[in-house]
């Protein structure tokens, strides 16, 4: 009997990848407006591919359309056909509905409650919201609502990669304390910047609310700007454990999920 999740047949989680396809995307991603006309070389040393192969893959998408040969140095640029493609692109494709499928999979294989988060001046802004099938669900940040920066992962994860001149005009202010937990020590806090800075994901306990805790991880777009936090929230045991926090590993999966279909938006593309 084929025992198969037919919701991991759905959503492709489990199919290989097609690697042909990966490496034609990686050329194609490797022209800009900085870059529009490469020779051979350069294309094959930005994609990490040797030339045979970027040669034969550079031949098939000028055959289909997608790419052009300048018959005097022999250089490719990009063609005309890709701004077809373009077109079909839905208008106003927000980052939420980007996302929403793989957030919904990460609330339902971690069984916690899944926050979208994005930076609007001192606060943090909830994007979104999936709860997973934990018998307690957090429902203390709803869709739209904010959370001052210093309290909870999601805004300490955007606390973190703010610019430096705006976190530390943040640091100087007066700080919210939401329960005795809630750090507002502009020292302490810098403290718990530089070790996210540095680990990349943020775990918090009893700052929003007692008894509850959350891990956060930064999304990031293609050039390593931070365009929202994605973390998750739950009961004490259901975040912390004795080593690493549980559902750190999915959520960090879950960001490199993401990556791909986030890679081109700007943080100022982002709307709440």
Known sequence: MDTTSPRRLRDGSTLPRVRSVARAVRILRTFSPERRHLPLADIARAAELDSGTTRRILVTLRDEGLVRQDETDGTYCLALDLLRLAGAVPEGTSLRELTESRLMRLARDTGATVFLSVLRGRE?????????????????????????????????VLLAHMEPAERDAFLAGPMTQLTSNSVTDPAILRDEVARIQADDWALTQDDVAAGLSALAVPLRNGDGAVLAAISIGGLTPQIVGSGMPRGLDDLRQCGRDLAPAVRSLQPGDIHV
């Not at 099938?133 to 992962?153: F, M, T």
Request: aromatic share 10%; net charge positive; proline share 6%.
């Open 124 to 156: 943090a802004i909830c994007l979104a919201r999936y709860h997973g099938e934990a018998a307690v669900q957090v429902r203390w940040w709803s869709v739209g609502g904010g959370l001052p920066l210093n309290c909870g992962a999601g805004p300490k």
